[in-house]
């Protein structure tokens, strides 16, 4: 390397450190903004509502019941920030937004009765709320369980009604998610926001509110109901003991739509119930978590077409993980695993390339000797190929073997919340695009260098080749909008790849 090469290669390493601090300071300032403007918001929108709250929280939420119904107007996430700069407040699960009118909250009581609350005090990790005519109560307190409220409605002298809970939403994207670009906003904006329910005739329902044309009901023992959105759930979770009237309706009064149940009475030879205790989750959706609460309440972490491949990846990541203490080297360590597992597919494939490569001055006298005779042209090289024992098709396998991992990795990665936020190296945010562009050309250059290594096809159009030497700088593309962790595994990945075909092409004479 000459003196103007590394002259050449300084400027423009100085130069992507001057645009990481300025994107970083872009970041930080209208992060504060954010924060700023959010806090005005909610402000504003507590006295539009005549101060008629009172605040509940724990070390994981925060939340916000309005006491003249008894519901759960907002819940704040104290774990994971709106946006990772000093004062930001908790993303927002339930909340309302007076800008576009949004609305998303909880509410329970029974069933033919609307009682008026009013707050009586604050008892232990909870609140208690007491009817206008000092018939009914309400508390709602947080569980042992992270992330989990109980709310008990009681009628001493007992009522006709049957308990219900429900959640009410407006059917538009969540709040407080980040869609412009350094945030990952294209991928954000395809993230499934959704009902879900589970019961004991369909283990998993899932679909977009605006795709409820009828009412939907269920009647099941045990199951759940909810609402899922990018890194985020809100679910009522029923159980064995009862048996439950599941519904979701469609856009109601007001614009909103409503999913929640009505418990059904043990004994209907009764029509007075006294009172019932309902779990309310809202928080993140983190695997290893869901599993345990609730059974396919994994589910509503959206993992695409090979969600059979995607769940065991992620609980591996996890593993790997709490050992390493790192998701950026969890997720280098994983992607050589895979690697080593399927070493001996890939392998098989980079032999039949190596062998491409070993006959290439026949291929190549054979193409010049039939340029004008496309049809002699094949059948000759098929000749060849037979003749060496060469298949021409099996350089596909290693990637035929490699993109269900890819894809399946793909969807997993883009729905965890654990990756939200957390940095490895010069990447800030693993579940947004790399912000100095440093994984898409490395990934490109390793595409670039791996062609080379590789015959052309001798029959192949010039217009197809021209595209075939394209595609490395179209493919980087992508992972310039794509999350930095798994642009990460593809850079690991495919610069094994690289050393391993090297290392064959070595091995079966496949150099020359």
């Known amino acids: ?17 001057l645009f990481y601090q300025y994107s970083s300071e872009q970041r930080s300032v209208s992060g504060e903004r954010a924060v700023e403007l959010m806090k005005a918001e909610t402000k504003k929108q507590l006295e539009d509502n005549g101060g008629d709250f009172v605040y509940l929280e724990n070390d994981l939420l925060r ?15 104290k774990e994971h920030l709106v946006e990772r700069v000093e004062g930001s407040l908790g993303v927002r699960i339930f909340g309302s937004d007076i800008v576009s009118g949004f609305k998303y909250y909880f509410r329970s009581g029974f069933t033919g009765s609307q009682k008026n609350y009013l707050f009586k005090r604050y008892i232990n990790n909870g609140v208690l709320l007491v009817s206008e005519d000092g018939l009914a109560t309400k508390e709602i307190v947080f569980s042992d369980l992270p992330y989990e409220v109980l709310i008990t409605d009681s009628s001493p002298d007992g009522v006709s009604g049957k308990p219900y809970a429900s959640l009410y939403r407006s059917d538009s994207r969540s709040l407080d998610m980040n869609f412009d670009f350094a945030s990952g906003g294209m991928i954000n ?17 899932a679909d977009r509110l605006r795709g409820v044309d009828s009412p939907l009901s269920v009647t099941s023992g045990g199951g759940w109901v909810g609402f899922t959105q990018k890194y985020f759930l809100a679910a009522l979770l029923g159980s064995s003991d009862y048996i439950y009237n599941y519904h979701v309706d469609g856009n109601n009064k007001g614009g909103l739509y409503k999913m929640g149940y009505v418990v059904q009475p043990d004994d209907f030879s009764s029509a ?3 009172g019932h205790t309902h779990r309310l989750f809202v928080g993140p959706k983190i695997r290893k978590d869901l599993v345990t609460r609730a059974n396919n309440l994994e589910q509503t972490i959206e993992m695409g077409w090979f969600w059979f491949i995607s769940q065991p990846m992620i609980w591996l990541l996890d593993k790997i993980y709490s050992v390493v203490g790192s998701w950026g080297w969890s997720v280098v360590v994983i992607t050589l695993l895979l690697k080593l597992v399927l070493w001996p597919v890939t392998g098989a494939g980079f032999k039949s390339m190596a062998g491409l490569r070993r006959v ?3 291929m190549k006298e054979i ?10 042209l094949g059948v000759e090289m098929m000749s060849l190929y037979k003749k060496h024992g060469v298949n021409p098709m099996g350089g596909c396998l290693p990637i035929f073997a490699q993109m269900p991992f890819f894809i399946a990795f793909f969807f997993g990665l883009r729905e965890m919340v654990e990756l939200r936020h957390a940095s490895f190296f010069w990447l ?9 562009f440093i994984l898409p050309v490395m990934f490109g250059l390793i595409m670039v260098l791996t062609q080379k290594l590789n015959p052309q096809p001798p029959n192949m159009d010039p217009t197809q080749a021209q595209v075939m030497k394209a595609m490395p700088v179209m493919i980087s593309v992508f992972f310039v909008i794509f999350p930095s962790s798994l642009a990460l595994y593809s850079v690991v990945n495919s610069g094994m790849s690289l050393a391993q075909q090297k290392y064959l092409y070595a091995k079966y004479g496949g150099n020359n």
Do not use: C, H, W
Not at 189 to 205: G, K, M, N
Not at 428 to 436: E, G, H, M, T, V
């Open 1 to 17: 390397m000459n003196i103007r090469q590394l002259y050449i290669a300084f400027i423009f390493v100085f130069a992507l450190g």
């Open 428 to 436: 800030s945010d693993l579940s947004a695009p790399d912000p100095l």
């Open 272 to 274: 007075v119930v006294t």
């Open 189 to 205: 904006r395809s993230s499934y926001e959704a009902y879900v329910i589970s019961t004991s005739q369909d283990p998993y329902e």
């Open 367 to 376: 193409q010049d000797r039939y340029a004008n005779d496309r049809q002699k």
């Open 360 to 362: 290439a001055p026949e």
């Open 63 to 77: 939340l916000v019941i309005k006491t003249s119904d008894g519901s759960i107007v907002e819940a704040r996430s």
